[in-house]
């Protein structure tokens, strides 16, 4: 039988993503209207550059968080079993951000085709903080990396746009919103299976 979530989590996890969300929104007003295009840039050569910048500063982070931990105490070695909660903590973090990454890096590099350099820059510069807030309230309490949600949400909202345009241009409008539905579907099971007992 799945454990059910207690209400005081949920309530804790849905605030955090409700108030990360919203100040997302107003970071991205911000950003949309504050933020110049770069001098001479191209759509591709900027995807490159921001996904490396992304991967420095979140991925590459928590690589090092682990690694400089490890050095300066007994998790030196990996099979002691002398993981402090900071160390797990880091590790999640490093799990989960290359996890998202992955789809990030993908969202952002098919956006080239339908985007100009800036929105491209600023959908990195979200990610990147979205996964430092996921990061920071995580170590606060498991239940505040739910701050890092938008980020998620962005990338996700990247690839059902970049989707739904390359079906649309290249099969129609139904081809599109197919393959829109066909993930709405995913979800759907997905929501369902996970409140079956197991």
């Known amino acids: ?12 996890t849905l605030a955090g993503i409700t108030g990360s969300t919203l100040v997302t929104v107003a970071l991205w007003y911000v ?3 504050w933020l110049r295009e770069p001098a001479g840039a191209s759509p591709l050569p900027t995807a490159f550059a921001c996904s490396a910048i992304a991967a420095l500063l979140a991925l590459v982070a928590g690589v ?7 050095l300066v105490t007994a998790a030196i070695d ?10 797990r903590v880091n590790f999640r973090y490093l799990q989960n ?33 979205s996964r430092w807030a996921f ?21 996700m909202i990247v ?8 079906g649309s241009e ?6 599109g919103i197919s393959l829109l539905v066909i993930f709405a579907l995913i979800e759907a099971f997905l929501f369902w299976a996970v409140k079956r007992p197991v």
């Open 78 to 87: 990996p099979l002691a079993g002398v993981e402090t909660r900071r160390l």
């Open 1 to 12: 039988m799945v454990a059910e979530v207690s209400p005081y989590a949920r309530r804790v």
């Open 31 to 33: 950003l949309y209207h």
């Open 159 to 166: 690839l059902l746009y970049v989707v739904w345009r390359f």
């Open 135 to 155: 990061w920071i309230g995580y170590h606060f309490s498991p239940l505040l990396r739910g701050v890092g949600a938008p980020g998620m949400m962005q990338s």
């Open 64 to 70: 090092e968080a682990v690694a400089h931990e490890r």
């Open 170 to 175: 290249a099969y129609g409008a139904a081809a």
């Open 97 to 129: 951000t290359l996890e998202q990454f992955v789809v990030f890096a993908a969202g952002l590099l098919a956006l080239t085709a339908y985007a100009t350099p800036r929105i491209l820059m600023i959908v990195t510069i979200v990610w990147v903080l």
